[in-house]
Every structure is written in structure tokens, then in C-alpha cells.
């Protein structure tokens, strides 16, 4: 008898309301805007509406509604729309007073000064700056279009990383321009000499001594390009004693060329300015009223939306007339489908509203002593799982909220995940920070002696002997993420 092996598998599909929940939960406060401009181009049922120009709502049917949205969950999206899938519409499903007057929860409080309106600055992008300097250049047809190729070349950090060669094979495919490699090498140190100083480079090495190059010639300037010239392998390994005697150097020399050569810029493509700076615009508010934390959503996540008046009134009509006029008919499903989609998206934003601050809520609570002053030492060892527990919710929601979400505080504005890291032990029984053992590490290497760096083996000994259990291995990796070199690569003169 042969045997058959039954395997039930068991999923849960997503209905189209809760993906645009999730959508709407990861877009942060300064794409919600667009967002939102988008939906109200696309459906005609939904309206931006000021509550003031409406009726006033029931105070207790407000305070219902309220408290049954505050219990609902994603589930409640799929019941929402078996419901709507009935084949007889009900008019009373889309003329409730509270979706037609609109909706506004918490925001910044009253008052148009609440709205934080954070201003976007705009400065000119190092290209264009590049190709303003390439326009005073006397140079031919063919030169400018060289020097347009090598500009476009240049990489964020302001080097060109490609080879001669392969900018020429660029312009002769793509331009049909025959150009040398010394046609092109000679519009390259044009273009080094602009400014910032350093761009345009091909690598590290020629990036300093362009930088020098600019300087007034004096003797430790000249010491400075000998060493990167001729000994630039040692320099980045740190062997001083090896330069000193290569090149015949006195203390004095060698000590005032490396402090020289530490303070030029090694990403020049950094200091021309960005195409665009934008202000960080916070999702949450947190202020400090005499001791105790005020929480509050930046009021761009309350955006006025309501269903349209219009449309619901045109719903009105067919529920009046005759209902077996086919053209009619078709109208109506076509209404029925924008009404449905206009309550939908309103019940995401409500509900990514609702999440926002029980997610907040829940990390402010456990971060309390950290927000009243900002001392990073007062940080408690946090994971998602943590806040997804106390809130009742997945990981992977407040995942969503933590990856793409910031909060404005008396000392910053700081990403939700800084709040979010691993514990470590101490001999106490108790659970630190890894950000407050970060923080020691930081300190001990900024206060140890230069000449005599300390090592990963001697910073673990120092962290277990404050009574933090950690591993050689876990001081490495903590020193990298706050990139600070090894011991070798730290030793100053």
C-alpha cells in the first residue's frame, strides 16, 4: 500500500489595505507630503479638508470612534473589506460625520507655529562649480568636451578612478572624439588646479601633493612632498622612524611635515558641497516640561483627508433612483470603488498615526532617564523585540518604524535606531549599553599616551577590570565601528 505524506501548508496573504499600511508605515515624515499628493491625484473621492470649515462632531461619538480605533490591527483591514465586498451598498457606510468632517489627531498641539516647517537649503553641486571653472578655460572645442568627460568622471569623494584609457575609449564611442591619453592628461592637470584643492585626483598620494603643490613654498612644505613623494608607502603604514632615516630628517622637520600633511583633506570631492542639504525633518517631538517628557507627532503625520462630498452625494443619488438602470449601475461601481479606496487610505494614515506614537511611547518610557538630559551613559540595552512586546505588535513593524523614523529632542535630532543595540554583561549582573561601553573605549584611546597606543588586548583588560565582561574580539569590532585605527596606525610622534 503505498503511503502518502500530506503536508498542509499554512500562509497568510496580505490584503491590499494592509501592504498600503505597511507602504504608508516606512515612507518618513518628509516623504509623506508626496505621498499624499499622490493619493489625492489619483482618487477624486478624497479631499484635503480643514476640520474648522465643517460640522462639529459629537463629542462622544469622537471619543468611540477614538477608542475603537485605538484597538484596531492590521486584521482589521481584511473584515473591513469582506464587508464592503457585499453585493448591496449601504450609503451609511460612506456618510459618517467623522469621515466627512475630516480627521486630525495628535500633532504638535494648537497653533500654526506648530507646524514645524523646516526649510529646505539648496547650494550648488561641486559638478556645477567644476563646470562653471571649466567655462574660463581658453580651451578649444575638443578640450572642453575632454574636460566635461573628466568632470563627469569625478567620484563623490573627488577623485577620477578611472583610466586614461578608458575615458578615452568614452569619448570615442560615445562622442565620436579621438582623443590621446596625453590630450586627455593635459586638460586632467588643468582641472586639478581648480578648486577645491586635491580634486580630480587618481588616487591618494596625488591628491596631497596637489593640495601641497598650492601651498607657499617653505622648508616644511618641502619636507612635506618629500615624504609623500618618495616615502608615502611608510607614511600610511606610520613608520616615522623609517622616514626620519630614509630621508635624513630631524625631529623638528618630520614632526611639523606629518602635523602639515594630517590636515589636508583626503575627500576633496566632501568640501564642494553637496547638490542638495536637506534638514533632517523629525516624525516625533520630545520636550522636557519642568522634569516631565512631552511626546507629540510632527503635525505633517496629520494631514487633513476626508471623503469627498461630492462623490458620497452622487452615492446618495443611486440610492434614491432606480437600481436597474445598467449605465447607472456601472457608475456606481466605479464610485463605490473610489469611496472604498479613499476610506482605505484614510484608515492607513490613522492608523500609521496610532503605531507611530505606541511605538514612541513604548521607546520613551524605557529611555525615560536618556531623553531628560541626553547622557548617552543612561542608555538602557534595547532590541526591537523589546518595544514590539511591550506594544503588542510584529518585529517587523516596529522594525519599519525604527529604520526610517527620527525624533527631535533639547539636544538633537537622533534616528530611532541609535536607540537600539546589543547588551553586555558586567559583573554587577546587569545589562550595559553597548553604546555606554562605545563610549569608554572612546574615552580611554583619546586619553592614552600617543607615542605608546594602547592595544585591543590592553583596552580589554582595562574595560574588565571597570567590571564590563568583554572580549578582545568585541573591543576590535566596537573600535572599528567608531573608526579608530589600530594601535600601530594611532602613534603620533
Sequence with gaps: MQRLDLKQLLGQKLSPQQIQFIKLLQVPTAELEARIKEE????????????????AQDNEESSDSDEDFDNTEPDDFAEEEARRDDDDVNIDDYLNDDEIAGYKMQGDGPGEEEDREMPIAFMGSLTDSLMEQLDFLNLDEKQHAIGVQLIGSIDEEGYIRRDMQAISNDLAFSQNIDASVEEIEDVLRRIQAFDPPGIAARDLQECLLLQLERRDPDEITE?????????????TKKHYP????????????????????????????????????????????????????????????APDLRISRSYADMFDAYDKSAK???????????????????????????????????????????????????????????????????????????????????????????PLKFFFSEGIATDAGEDAS?????????????????????SDDKIEKMLNDKGYNIARRTVAKYREQLNLPVARLRKEL
Design 223 to 235: 619636507v612635506a612632498e618629500q615624504i609623500i613623494h618618495d616615502t608615502f608607502d611608510e607614511f
Design 434 to 454: 553597548s553604546r555606554e561601553v562605545k563610549a569608554i573605549l572612546k574615552d580611554i584611546i583619546e586619553k592614552e599616551n600617543k607615542r605608546k597606543p594602547l
Design 324 to 414: 436597474t438602470d445598467k449605465k447607472l449601475k456601472e457608475t456606481v461601481t466605479f464610485v463605490k470603488q473610489k469611496l472604498d479606496a479613499a476610506k482605505w487610505f484614510i484608515d492607513a494614515i490613522k492608523q500609521r498615526q496610532n503605531t507611530l506614537l505606541r511605538t514612541m511611547e513604548a521607546l520613551m518610557k524605557r529611555q525615560y532617564d536618556y531623553f531628560l538630559d541626553g547622557d548617552e551613559s543612561k542608555l538602557k540595552p534595547m532590541i526591537l523585540k523589546d518595544i514590539a512586546e511591550d506594544i503588542g505588535m510584529d518585529i517587523s513593524t516596529v522594525s519599519r518604524v525604527a529604520n526610517s523614523k527620527s525624533v527631535q529632542t533639547e539636544f538633537g535630532i537622533i
Design 242 to 301: 623609517r622616514i626620519q632615516q630614509k630621508l635624513e630628517l630631524e625631529d623638528y622637520e618630520l614632526k611639523s611635515a606629518i602635523d602639515l600633511i594630517l590636515k589636508l583633506n583626503p575627500k576633496p570631492g566632501g568640501s564642494g558641497g553637496a547638490g542638495r542639504v536637506q534638514y533632517v525633518i523629525p516624525d516625533f517631538i520630545i520636550t522636557n516640561e519642568e522634569g516631565q517628557l512631552q511626546l507629540s507627532l510632527n503635525a505633517r503625520n
Design 40 to 55: 489625492l491625484e489619483m482618487n477624486p473621492a478624497l479631499e484635503e479638508g480643514d476640520v474648522a470649515d465643517e460640522p
